[in-house]
């Protein structure tokens, strides 16, 4: 497949791991740049491999922790403790996010160096600083551990403080160098995490994604190149596995061939566990968050929600996909080819099961699982007499998205006045609808009404479930019950998709249509409130 984008093929080969040595806590990545011992069955195909193991080595688990997962001291503490208790059943590969918070602030001190904004960049840095170095005081005991920790943060922010200068004296801040400083919060919390493993006895390393995920020069949504990325974990991270040291990876972020720093994008995290966990030829992904899984639901929008228990990679792609905050949109692209089982689970309640994504999770009986939705977004409508005739519309729409690296969320046609509809994000909408008035410019030169408008009031709200298209009746119960408590329909999506139903309603209207369709279909637990006919 070569260095491939799209996905992670399975790696054929696991790292199996033999008695705890001495605890490394830096991110000290030069000791991993020897090649440590491969399995002699290493490329052979994953069942042929399976097949041939006698005895079964113990799984192997990434865990991902997302920022509040590591939001402070007491936080971590928890952290730590799930981490013990799955190393008494199976090798673990850590991934951890930024504290919360601090990729947002990082980003801030980004954009004010931008603006030359001195002040402001030097008070974000102190409060980082505190909130680290506070972490640390709590979790580390040992005096010769905490000064180790603390020379590693001190480089950290000196380094933050380089780049920084840098873009107030150029008064610019480019991709490569908000990626440089966004990055830093991963940096800061993987040697943290590891360290607070070693206070408890668990062998430990923070390593930098950097050496491990190899992406395209992509600044801000890299992708990771396949066989420099599985070449790189056998080599540097498969060593320290065998050595019974659990490595703390930095999430969120990998770096080019020639060593620059690149994000995955935001809440990139997830992405980086199941790149990892391809490369690793991992058992199972464990999405530690402050959820209980995939909810029916953003609870902060509907009440009464519930947990679905599995769920299958298309549904929880459909969701990712249409804003729901479980997911990274992309985490599961590089497990398709293995069918590794990723689950949601949260961190402040480890008892509750969570729930389990599989590449088939048995389909609800009614059809729809869960709903999830989009604000902030805007309406282009493209269409009039003047489009009569003109010919390939759709074409040099998406030519004209396409070059200014528009998402298009939903698409809707009428062959009358080859009227268009498409919705995209609104930070991107003003750029968009200027493109393509520049793109009909000749052709609408004589018009004298407006053929192509906007519209930033509105929002998309997707119903999920396997195998929609094929169940009679749910698009009217849906509609119904909508029509019924007022709610307007400004354009539909049905049919591109098997599992989901979208559809685009005035942004005021966005949580009344979730409450609406959530209590239609039975989705939350018993007692849901009644919905108000307003």
């Known amino acids: 497949m070569g260095n491939s984008h799209m996905g992670i093929p399975v790696a054929q080969k696991h790292c199996a791991t033999s008695a705890s040595e001495q605890s490394q806590y830096p991110l000290d990545s030069s000791s991993l740049r020897q090649p440590g011992i491969v399995q002699q069955d290493a490329f052979r195909s994953v069942p042929d491999r399976r097949r041939t193991e006698r005895p079964r080595r113990r799984p192997l688990r990434v865990m991902k922790f997302g920022g509040t997962s590591v939001g402070d001291a007491a936080c971590i503490g928890k952290v730590v403790e799930i981490i013990r208790a799955e190393l008494r059943e199976s090798n673990v590969v850590v991934v951890v996010s930024a504290m919360s918070g601090v990729t947002n602030k990082l980003v801030a001190a980004a954009k004010a160096a931008e603006s030359g904004d001195r002040k ?182 509907v009440a009464g929600v519930s947990t679905i228990p599995e769920i299958s990679y298309h549904e929880a792609a459909e969701l990712a996909y249409f804003g729901a905050k479980v997911l990274h949109p992309k985490t599961l692209r590089p497990v398709i080819q293995s069918g590794t089982p990723i689950w949601i689970r949260n961190t402040f309640a480890p008892q509750r099961r969570g729930t389990k994504i599989t590449p088939n999770a048995h389909p609800n009986g009614g059809g729809v699982k869960a709903l999830s939705a989009i604000g902030n977004l805007t309406l282009i409508i493209v269409g009039g007499p003047g489009f009569i005739g003109i010919p390939d519309v759709l074409g040099r729409i998406f030519k004209t998205t396409s070059a200014v690296r528009a998402d298009v969320l939903l698409i809707s046609q009428s062959s009358s006045q080859n009227r268009i509809c498409l919705v995209v994000s609104s930070s991107i909408a003003d750029r968009v609808a200027e493109g393509l008035r520049r793109e009909f410019a000749s052709d609408l030169a004589f018009e004298t009404e407006e053929h192509i408008t906007v519209d930033s009031d509105v929002a998309i709200v997707a119903a999920v479930g396997e195998k929609l298209r094929g169940i009679s009746g749910i698009v009217g119960r849906m509609f119904g019950a909508l029509d019924r408590h007022d709610v307007s329909i400004l354009a539909i999506a049905q049919g591109s998709s098997e599992c989901s139903i979208s559809f685009l309603v005035a942004k005021n209207d966005m949580k009344k249509a979730l409450e609406i369709v959530h209590r239609e279909f039975k989705l939350g637990a018993p007692a849901c409130p009644e919905i108000a006919a307003s």
């Open 120 to 301: 402001t960049v030097a008070r974000i840095f102190k409060e980082l600083r505190a909130q680290h170095e506070a972490a640390a005081s709590i979790l580390i005991h040992s005096a010769a551990q905490q000064r180790r920790l603390t020379r590693l943060m001190k480089d950290i922010f000196r380094e933050a403080d380089g780049l920084s200068k840098g873009a107030i004296l150029l008064r610019e801040l480019t991709p490569r160098t908000l990626d440089a400083i966004s990055s830093l919060g991963e940096r800061l919390s993987a040697p943290l995490v590891a360290a607070a493993l070693a206070e408890r006895g668990v062998a430990s390393k923070a390593i930098d994604a950097t050496e491990l995920i190899v992406t395209d020069a992509s600044h801000g949504a890299a992708e990771p190149l396949t066989d420099l990325t599985r070449e790189r974990c056998e080599t540097r991270l498969c060593p320290v596995l065998q050595r019974g040291i659990v490595p703390v990876v930095t999430g969120f972020i990998g770096a080019t061939r020639a060593g620059l720093v690149t994000t995955l994008g935001r809440n990139g995290s997830d992405y980086s566990a199941t790149i990892l966990s391809a490369a690793l030829d991992a058992h199972e992904v464990v999405i530690w968050s402050d959820v209980d899984g995939v909810l029916t639901v953003d609870p902060r929008l």
